[in-house]
């Protein structure tokens, strides 16, 4: 079946725009997280959704970054005023339910640079 | 979650079998270990995980020691295709929906 994807695969922006990334994530999963990754360093979360709900977002870094899953499936995270240190591979995953044992499916992620 | 400890890197010859071993020696009695690997330019792709007892499943065997406080990923006859980073995490389990915390991995060579 289809896996999680991920719009845009790669989306270059100027330092002060504003960007959105887009996750589909595996059809009937209600749990969404999204994770930032630097290059050499292993993913990094920012938000975990449970349905439309984001039930833990401690790892946003400020507030220029915000998501949402309106409908309890598509997610968008959305990112203003950009900085040249936002540029990183933003991977979206998805999982049946939250919480373990329940293994968490990633996609592709978007590789955002930041000019 | 408890930390975890894994070599920066490894070498494993084409079609021998690969063990990457993890430290988790203040594991707790209710966190999951994982494993999950990274090829170049790809998202984490899930391996296997488990509790106590020793897991195999098409991909891998996971051998976790009696104590808990080390485990030992095998790929048993590894191909070029398994080079990649290895992340091993460890989870707390009905905790509603907490995130993995990965460490550096293991940077998992393998050789023609």
């Known amino acids: 079946g289809a896996g999680v994807s991920q719009t845009p695969s790669n989306k270059v922006t100027e330092k002060g725009k504003y960007v959105e990334l887009r996750c589909d994530p595996i059809?009937?999963?209600?749990?969404l997280y999204w994770y930032r990754q630097s290059l050499g360093q292993g993913p990094e979360f920012l938000i975990y959704f449970q349905g439309t709900g984001a039930a833990d977002d401690s790892g946003l870094p400020n507030d220029r970054f915000f998501a949402v899953r309106p409908e309890g499936s598509v997610s968008t995270l959305k990112i203003q005023r950009t900085e040249r240190g936002d540029s990183a591979v933003y991977l979206c995953?998805?999982?049946?339910?939250?919480?373990?044992?329940?293994?968490?499916?990633f996609g592709p992620g978007t590789r955002l640079t930041v000019t | 979650d408890a930390k975890t400890t894994q070599p920066t890197s490894m070498d494993c010859a084409e079609g021998r079998a690969a063990n990457l071993p993890c430290n988790h020696s203040?594991?707790?009695?209710?966190?999951?270990v994982y494993w999950y690997r990274q090829i170049h330019s790809q998202g984490p792709q899930y391996i296997i995980h488990g509790l106590k007892n020793n897991e195999t499943n098409e991909m891998a065997s996971l051998i976790i020691t009696e104590d808990r406080k080390s485990s030992t990923l095998i790929l048993p006859h590894a191909t070029l295709r398994d080079t990649a980073v290895y992340y091993c995490i460890v989870r707390v389990s009905n905790n509603y929906g907490q995130n993995f915390v990965f460490g550096p991995g293991t940077r998992l060579s393998v050789l023609p």
């Open positions: 995953a998805s999982s049946l339910r939250g919480g373990t044992p329940y293994e968490q499916y």
């Open positions: 059809s009937g999963h209600t749990a």
């Open positions: 203040t594991i707790s009695g209710n966190e999951y």
